[in-house]
């Protein structure tokens, strides 16, 4: 029984690439009942960016909805708001007292963070050490991980064999989850899909609007109608691929590729891919966004899960602190 963690930033309603490339993955190891795992919301890395109390409580629920609307399930994961917890922030800090203010300053996503964002905060500088938090809080062995957080990952032991090289053995030194997380969505300009990009899929959308995103945001090349078309250099066919069965994706790729098949064709496909694929995971979306009481209730009872095993770890590392 391995004890997996993920944690998701709350930064708006996760997309397409978000979707397949962490949170299916996510839900599938939390699903596995060989697993013994935690999943929450970062909602306090999110106040690194966002200072809007409305804006805040929407994007968990947002968040919240998606996991639990793609499969989570939430009786055999431990599922909780970061923020339900506080004993995170005080691990936090001691974490940071034990690791080097040069470290932080060179960490990727600070320094990326640093230099686009307008409001560079102490918390932006801290943010890996209450990630550090996150994970060694539930003793957790395997975090599934997406490339962009590997170096957080990094911290995260380094700061556990730091305390425990001073303290004595107390924390457990997680490991990288890796494998499918690393699935590359491209968004709809070609690059990766992200938020900061404007280049997402949100698979909750209407038909109306989702139609919209395929047909105005992908742009195609000017290739006529008759003439064959390489699938592999289109966004299209590669969206279309991450979506439809290996059968599928054939079928249009020969089709593709003979001619007499155009772009208006191809996006009609995806766009069904993604109507139709994602309808139970909208339908069940839409309904717990209209009544939020269901995930209330399911995230404040992961949170009482987890704040059993929080104030556990946190009295072994208060006592060898000296407290
Ligand atoms: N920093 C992660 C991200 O941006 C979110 C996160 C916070 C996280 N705490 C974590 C992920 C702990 C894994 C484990 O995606």
């Not at 997309?15 to 060989?34: C, E, F, Q, T, W």
Request: charged letters at 25%; one cysteine or more; a negative charge.
């Amino acid at each position: 029984m391995a004890r997996i963690l993920t944690g998701i930033q709350s930064t708006g309603t996760p997309h397409l690439g978000n979707i397949l490339g962490a949170i299916k993955p996510a839900i599938d190891l939390a699903n596995d009942p060989a697993n013994d795992s935690y999943l929450f919301i970062a909602d306090m890395h999110s106040l690194t960016q966002i200072k809007d109390a409305e804006l805040l409580k929407n994007n968990t629920y947002a968040v919240a909805a998606t996991w639990m609307a793609c499969g989570l399930d939430v009786s055999r994961s431990v599922f909780y708001r970061q923020s339900d917890v506080p004993e995170v922030t005080e691990l936090a800090w001691y974490l940071q007292c034990m690791f080097p203010y040069s470290r932080l300053g060179l960490a990727h996503s600070f320094k990326d963070k640093s230099d686009r964002l307008e409001d560079v905060n102490a918390g932006l500088f801290g943010y890996p050490m209450l990630m550090a938090a996150d994970i060694l809080m539930y003793d957790a062995q395997k975090v599934p991980v997406g490339k962009d957080q590997m170096q957080h990952l990094e911290m995260t032991r380094d700061v556990a064999s730091r305390f425990n090289h001073k303290f004595g053995d107390t924390l457990i030194l997680p490991e990288a989850l890796t494998s499918k997380s690393t699935m590359y969505v491209p968004g709809t300009d070609g690059g990766k899909m992200s938020k900061s990009q404007d280049n997402t899929i949100n698979i909750f959308d209407d038909a109306g609007t989702l139609k919209k995103a395929i047909n105005k945001k992908i742009i195609t090349d000017a290739t006529p109608l008759e003439d064959p078309k390489d699938p592999d250099s289109s966004v299209v066919f590669k969206l279309y691929e991450l979506l439809a069965s290996p059968e599928e994706a054939l079928k249009m790729a020969d089709a593709l590729r003979a001619g007499g098949y155009g772009w208006g064709h191809a996006k009609k496909t995806l766009l069904e891919a993604l109507v139709d694929g994602f309808e139970s995971e909208r339908a069940r979306f839409n309904a717990l966004m209209a009544n939020r009481e269901e995930i209330d209730l399911a995230l404040s009872h992961g949170a009482d899960q987890a704040r059993i095993v929080a104030s556990e770890v946190l009295t072994r590392v208060r006592s060898k602190i000296g407290y």
